[in-house]
């Protein structure tokens, strides 16, 4: 049987953290991985996080399953900072998942079973796992226009010129906040006009808010998902806690699905309850837990929220200091868009041969696609990589 088995194309950006590994050069900088890391260089444990795990450590007398859809209080507490007071509550079934891939799987199942024959359309670029789990699950995708490598902006004219060719029940990826991976986002006019097309097509808005609370701020950067929620018949959302939480290991995620009206409800919540059991039956807890006990607790959410709103500004930080040295190296403010962008993210628009040429050349490692992870950066590399951009002519 084995022996059938054929090679699979393997991950670039798994391939990349190995060769940056075996990289000798000490003075070599890691911006590919997308995973959060403080000026030392260290993806930490946030305060409150700590805390809830001590609390559940001192308080939790099981190990018991929660249920097919995760404790319902975990739930409760997302769709809430999520959504607030955008979506009545009966109107939203919802599951606990693996991560926000897990759940963005169990939408791609969902649009699946509801309707084989619906595409999927999705930025260009978007973020790799997208595309990957839809051409495995035989989904049929459809690229729109978003990133203008000339303006480094969104290019919204040709992302709705596209999304026109949408037909009725053709689903839209978007993603809330912080796109990955070229970090530039659509203002809420721009929202406002694709919510528009959506309803004047009969389009499904599927969201994926993986970054809440990296970008402008945690209701800032749910503005977008709240509009779409609240304006559509029905809509999908996956979310991830892995960033704003930092529990990337305790793969946290949920899936909503809101209907159209309350009587939908009960059979898009067995639905989900459904395709849980099909995959991995009893989601993960702990993460669940940790995020649950946060949001319930007035002091710990309060310290939460500060300790994000650090990170938040330190990302912020490190774009400007970073688009102010391009500046100065360059006397050119075409390196503004840096500043610009959101998210953990920015996408240089450049070729990928001077993206290897910065990695042989100068030892700065990115996604040949040339995103880069701002918060790989700290005060001390922000000046390498800037001199690395010009030395190789970006």
Not at 13 to 25: E, G, K, V
Not at 44 to 63: F, G, L, N, S
Not at 76 to 83: E, F, S, Y
Not at 135 to 164: C, H, P, Q, S
Request: proline share 4%; glycine share 8%; hydrophobic share 40%.
């Amino acid at each position: 049987m084995f022996e059938s088995l054929k090679s699979q194309p393997a991950d670039k950006i798994l391939a990349l953290m190995q060769m940056y590994r075996d990289d000798p050069r000490e003075q070599k900088i890691d911006l590919g991985v997308g995973v959060y890391k403080n000026a030392e260089g260290v993806t930490p444990v946030m305060r409150a996080v700590k805390a809830a795990e001590k609390r559940i450590w001192e308080d939790q007398q099981t190990k018991a399953y929660t249920g097919l859809a995760g404790d319902p209080a975990y739930a409760d507490a997302m769709i809430g900072l999520i959504l607030g007071e955008a979506v009545p509550r009966d109107r939203i079934a919802a599951v606990a998942t693996p991560g926000g891939t897990g759940a963005c799987r169990q939408a791609f199942e969902l649009i699946r079973m509801a309707n084989p024959d619906a595409r999927v359309f999705v930025s260009d670029p978007t973020w790799p796992n997208h595309t990957s789990i839809l051409n495995y699950l035989g989904i049929e995708t459809v690229a729109y226009r978003y990133f203008d490598d000339e303006t480094r902006g969104v290019d919204f004219g040709g992302m709705i010129e596209d999304l026109k060719q949408a037909r009725a029940g053709d689903v839209v990826l978007l993603h809330g906040c912080c796109h990955n991976p070229t970090g530039a986002n659509l203002n809420m006019v721009e929202w406002q006009a694709v919510v528009d097309l959506i309803n004047e097509r009969g389009l499904i808005a599927m969201i994926d808010i993986a970054y809440q609370g990296f970008g402008d701020g945690l209701d800032a950067d749910a503005a977008a998902t709240r509009l779409v929620a609240g304006s559509v018949k029905e809509c999908l959302i996956a979310a991830s806690c892995s960033k704003n939480f930092g529990v990337y290991r305790e793969r946290t995620g949920l899936l909503m699905a809101v209907s159209a009206d309350a009587a939908q409800t009960d059979l898009n919540q067995k639905t989900l309850a459904f395709l849980n059991r099909q995959n991995y039956s009893f989601p993960p807890d702990h993460g669940a837990r940790v995020v649950t006990t946060i949001l319930t607790d007035d002091a710990l959410r309060a310290d939460w929220a500060a300790e994000l709103e650090e990170v938040r500004k330190s990302m912020l930080g490190l774009r400007q200091q970073l688009a102010d040295e391009l500046q100065r190296l360059t006397g050119s403010d075409r390196f503004g868009f840096i500043a610009q962008h959101r998210g953990m993210f920015s996408r240089l628009g450049t070729t990928p041969e001077l993206v290897e040429k910065m990695r042989t050349e100068h030892g700065i490692y990115m996604v040949g696609d040339s995103r880069m992870n701002i918060a790989g950066l700290n005060a001390r590399t922000v000046p390498i990589l800037a001199q690395a951009i010009v030395d190789v002519g970006v």
